[in-house]
């Protein structure tokens, strides 16, 4: 009894769930977004994709307090990925909160990037993976702002692929 409880405990922990922000998952609807960010303007897409059909933008949204905005991108009424746009100055709130719902990320890093005659660039990576959903927080820290980029299946590869 004891081993059922606590692996049920296991399942339903936050980071079993995904990649879920404020209601919004990987194969949740445009309903969903709708619901969880009633500004949200969703349209058709403005260029052809295999990967989606239409996008719905949210002005901003709250992500564990912090505000960001975000990007929606569907298929056939189907969530296949979004993109999170938040200040820098935020990032160790961001990624703290990521951590507590998703766990720990498969690989966390920060690069610094040679350039000629340039400073040096440095950025800020945390990658999380389960199956084929992907989440990617990448942030250089020279610039204003990070993102987190989530999405099923080859969707990064093909959504800007010209048809």
């Known amino acids: 009894m004891k081993r059922t409880l606590f692996a049920c405990i296991l399942v339903l922990s936050p980071p079993a769930f995904g990649y879920e922000v404020n209601g919004v998952d990987l194969g ?9 960010f009633p500004s949200a303007h969703c349209k ?8 989606a059909d239409r996008r719905c933008d949210d002005a901003l949204i709250s992500l564990g307090g912090v505000e960001a905005k975000i990007t929606v991108f569907l298929k056939a009424d189907v969530i296949q990925a979004y993109d999170l746009r938040f200040d820098m100055k935020d990032l160790d709130r961001v990624t703290a909160h990521l951590k507590t719902r998703w766990g720990a990320p498969l690989a966390e890093s920060t690069d610094v990037i040679a350039q000629k005659g340039k ?12 199956g084929t959903d992907r989440a990617l927080l990448a942030a250089q820290l020279e610039q204003k702002r990070g993102t987190i980029e989530v999405s099923r299946g080859n969707f990064p590869e093909e959504i800007y692929r010209v048809r």
């Open 119 to 130: 400073p040096d660039r440095k950025v800020f990576k945390a990658r999380w993976e389960k």
């Open 28 to 36: 949740g609807k445009e309903v969903d977004v709708k619901k969880a």
């Open 44 to 51: 058709a897409l403005e260029w052809k994709s295999d990967a």
